[in-house]
């Protein structure tokens, strides 16, 4: 026996090695990637708490001082009123006409902190103190249009807030409106004064907000603007991109976020909303905070490069120590290995080396014990495959079995030989294609296919031996897979039903004819018992006519049943339709039903029964056609290179249900038997037949003819 061819395998050393390695590497690596995300979110998470908390204080310091105005403001309500009541009283003494108004000498009653201004229903300043708002239109502020609408057409006092002004040098002012009894115009009074803009300092906005920012190292730049979208430190307005971020927060009263990935930028316009219902002017403010992401990114990379810096001198760490330990376990195994070595190649009474480790110890003894008890399971293995060969040799059924890859025979019992007459040292080690003709290949094949589909074939076949002549074996293949599900073995099991079926096809046909000639006896019993009672020669004459009818068909089911005493087997043979039919139509009782051929004669190969076929047919017709049974027929048509015999009758049919039970064995009272002979007759040569009637209108057999099975005579 030839040693296996050696294979380059990598060894234990290395194998443990590499997996203690790549061991090492996944841990740090799974470390060193669970460190930088949970560092990479935590970043994230505190710069964004961090922006959170940053702009909750610049709300809260901006409405803190907003309370603070707001108390100043209020001190200032008195004396404002009071002034637009000598504004009224200027405005009554010129007749209701602004234009005769003396302002500048209410103004100078007043002191040079006020200004005073007229605004007709258009919204529109039409005189005032302070030329540089002369002229202002304040429908361009439609939320304050309404505001003042609203107060010319009502009555009283209505104070405003400290808020800086539109135009000119956009100095705080605290505002009062007053409406004219004529409603026609609002009467307007200004304040300013030094102590609003030492106020100013003492809240000043950006001082605050730059106090609050500072703690928050992600800050790059913040710049605050009014409810009228201009910068509040110098009341310019910002170029068109931002003053669009900025309308979208003042028209939506909500918080934006606008990002710049290319820059590492986020700017965030918050929105503090501080406007009051009963005031007209609104001081919420916008703040523009930008946010540098760069930072949060810097210290990402810094995190990165300390991780991999860990990361190199624990894998040259790890690795050291991985070499050690592979050392130290594979010597031993290594010399176990080499004895074990020799022991495979047949030295079973070769013994495992002394080794130092307990662990290993164990492992010698356990082998040296494993070698002793494979050698008594060898020999036991050896005596029980010899015993089980013999039995299946001696079984009486045929069993073989080809190997799933190649097909080549591995076995072929005593029996096999017998029923095949081929010796088992011409099938061992050859395939189907080295022992049969190609015709048998391609039937071995496609049952072969067939089992390994179903998993089981079971089917009878004929064949021919030299000594014995034709034979009919029943056959079982079984496909044999491994637990892959690929296919191992095919096996094999037949057993030769020669005599079997010639008995049974023998006892049946008898049974049939037994049949008949009792139901003959029947009618004829039946027949006298009513001639009895008939009293005209006439009369008489009729049943003892039908009386020997039945009789005359009583001898041919005799005469049948004696020819098939007489033969020797059935077997198939070529012979003429048109005989066996009319031979058929001689067997029957008498009837009135019209029976005819309409074809060319032919030859079939079929049978020796194939009249027994038509009377079965026929007497089938007769006695389930009904009343309505006036015609039997025979006629041919084509099918593509086969012949299709079809008979017909124009009695009941069959229910659609039944087309098939018909042909099994029992069914049905009296031709359930019959029928199902038919389909074995037939089948002999390979030749089928199907129900394909119309319920109700008569029943229609049709009977395939294979190719090479039929021949015309003329």
């Known amino acids: 026996m030839k040693d296996p061819p050696v294979r380059r395998m990598r060894s234990l050393f290395i194998s443990l090695l590499l997996s ?5 590497v996944c841990i740090v690596g799974f470390i060193s990637i669970n460190s930088y995300v949970y560092s990479k979110n935590n970043f994230e998470r505190e710069s964004t708490l961090l922006q959170v908390q940053t702009e909750q204080n610049i709300i809260e310091a901006m409405r803190l001082e907003e309370i603070t105005w707001n108390i100043y403001d209020e001190t200032l309500n008195s004396q404002m009123k009071d002034g637009l009541t000598s504004v009224l009283l200027e405005y009554n003494r010129t007749g209701g006409d602004p234009r005769k108004m003396d302002l500048t000498k209410v103004k100078n009653s007043l002191g040079k902190n006020y200004d005073i201004y007229v605004i007709n229903g258009s919204g529109v300043i039409i ?3 302070y030329l540089p708002e002369l002229g202002m239109d304040f429908r361009q502020v439609p939320y304050f249009y309404d505001y003042l609408t609203k107060i010319r057409m009502s009555e009283g006092f209505f104070p405003d807030r400290i808020v800086r002004e539109k135009l000119g040098a956009g100095q705080l002012r605290k505002f009062a409106y007053m409406p004219t009894p004529d409603h026609l115009y609002i009467l307007e009074l200004g304040f300013s004064s030094p102590t ?10 950006k001082n605050n907000i730059q106090k609050i920012v500072s703690v928050n190292p992600y800050v790059e730049e913040f710049t605050i603007f009014n409810s009228m979208g201009r910068r509040l430190d110098n009341n310019s307005l910002p170029d068109k991109t931002t003053q669009g971020y900025i309308n979208e927060v003042l028209k939506n009263r909500e918080t934006i976020e606008v990002r710049d990935p290319g820059h590492q930028r986020t700017t965030t316009y918050l929105m503090v909303n501080l406007k009051v219902d009963k005031y007209g002017s609104d001081p919420s403010r916008v703040v523009a905070i930008t946010y540098n992401l760069q930072l949060i990114r810097d210290d990402l990379n810094r995190l990165i490069f300390n991780l991999f810096v860990t990361v190199i001198a624990a894998l040259i760490i790890g690795c050291v120590l991985a070499y050690e330990i592979s050392r130290r376990i594979t010597g031993p195994i290594q010399k176990i290995v080499a004895d074990v070595n020799i022991i495979a190649h047949g030295d079973l009474d070769h013994r495992i080396g002394p080794t130092q480790s307990s662990e290993f110890v164990v492992l010698e003894n356990s082998t040296n014990i494993m070698v002793d008890s494979l050698k008594k399971a060898l020999q036991q293995v050896k005596d029980e495959e010899k015993l089980r060969m013999e039995i299946i040799d001696q079984l009486p059924v045929a069993v073989f079995m080809k190997t799933g890859k190649d097909g080549r025979y591995l076995f072929w019992n005593k029996a096999s030989e017998r029923i095949f007459e081929i010796q088992a040292s011409e099938v061992i080690g050859k395939s189907d294609r080295d022992l049969f003709s190609k015709d048998w290949v391609s039937v071995i094949e496609q049952e072969d296919l067939i089992a390994i589909r179903d998993h089981i074939l079971i089917s009878n076949k004929k064949i ?8 009919i074996i029943h ?5 044999i897979f491994n637990s892959e599900n690929t296919l191992q073995y095919i096996l094999g099991i037949a057993e030769d039903m020669t005599d079997e079926t010639r008995n049974l096809k023998r006892e049946l046909l008898f049974s049939l004819t037994r049949r008949d000639i009792l139901d003959q006896l029947l009618v004829i019993v039946s027949y006298l018992e009513r001639a009895q009672l008939k009293a005209t020669h006439e009369e008489m004459q009729i049943f003892f006519d039908k009386t020997i009818e039945s009789i005359e068909s009583i ?19 070529w012979q003429l339709v048109q005989r066996s039919w009319y031979d058929a139509i001689k067997l029957l009782p008498a009837h009135t039903v019209d029976i005819g051929m309409e074809m060319a004669d032919i030859e079939l190969y079929a049978d020796t029964l194939l009249s027994r076929v038509f009377y079965n047919l026929m007497i089938n017709s007769l006695h389930h056609g009904g009343h309505q049974l006036t015609k039997i027929r025979l006629y041919t048509k084509k099918s593509a290179e086969s012949l299709i015999l079809v008979y017909e009758d124009n009695g009941t049919g069959i229910p659609l249900h039944k087309k098939e039970k018909i042909f ?9 038997l019959g029928l199902f002979l038919v389909r074995e007759i037939l089948g002999n040569t390979g030749i089928t037949i199907t129900e394909t009637g119309e319920p109700g209108k008569g029943v229609r057999f049709e009977i395939l003819i294979p190719k ?5 005579t003329a």
Not at 464 to 471: L, M
Not at 664 to 671: Q, T
């Open 127 to 129: 005189s005032t103190t």
């Open 475 to 479: 056959i079982v293949i079984v496909p």
């Open 664 to 672: 099994e064995f029992g069914y049905g009272k009296d031709a359930g």
């Open 196 to 205: 609003l803009d030492t106020l100013n300092e003492q809240l000043d906005d």
């Open 555 to 573: 001898r041919k089911q005799m005469a049948f049943g004696k020819s098939l005493q007489d033969m020797e087997g059935i077997s198939p043979t």
């Open 20 to 24: 203690m390695i790549i061991l090492i």
């Open 464 to 471: 021919s031996n030299k000594s014995q002549g034709q034979r």
């Open 708 to 712: 090479g099975k039929f021949r015309f």
